[in-house]
């Protein structure tokens, strides 16, 4: 699959899934869109890149699941699998 922008949203999520997450599409994109808001906002307001671990992290949190500040091995394993989805 190419990657493009549906992609980059969908891949992720298949990580989270195959990491033993149950999460619904519909959940995952709401909350990964809240993710992509405030990270959007720090790399522009405060020119400060910030990772998809990161990113993946601050979505598990809105969904309830429990993560620290700094990504865990959680959110880089699944940065992990999501790199493997991209090489497919």
């Known amino acids: 699959m ?3 922008i549906e992609t980059s949203k969908i ?7 195959a990491a033993g997450f149950e999460i619904s599409l519909e959940k995952f994109l709401e909350a990964y869109a809240q993710a992509h808001k405030k990270y959007r906002t720090v790399r522009y307001r405060k020119l400060r890149e ?3 671990a990161v990113w993946i992290s601050e979505t598990l949190n809105i969904l ?3 993560t ?4 865990d091995n959680i959110a880089k394993d699944i ?3 999501y790199k493997n989805f991209q090489k497919s």
């Open 2 to 4: 190419p990657h493009n």
């Open 68 to 71: 620290e500040q700094e990504p």
């Open 64 to 66: 309830g699941y429990e």
């Open 50 to 52: 910030v990772t998809n």
């Open 11 to 17: 891949e992720p999520l298949k990580a989270i899934i």
């Open 79 to 81: 940065c992990e699998l």
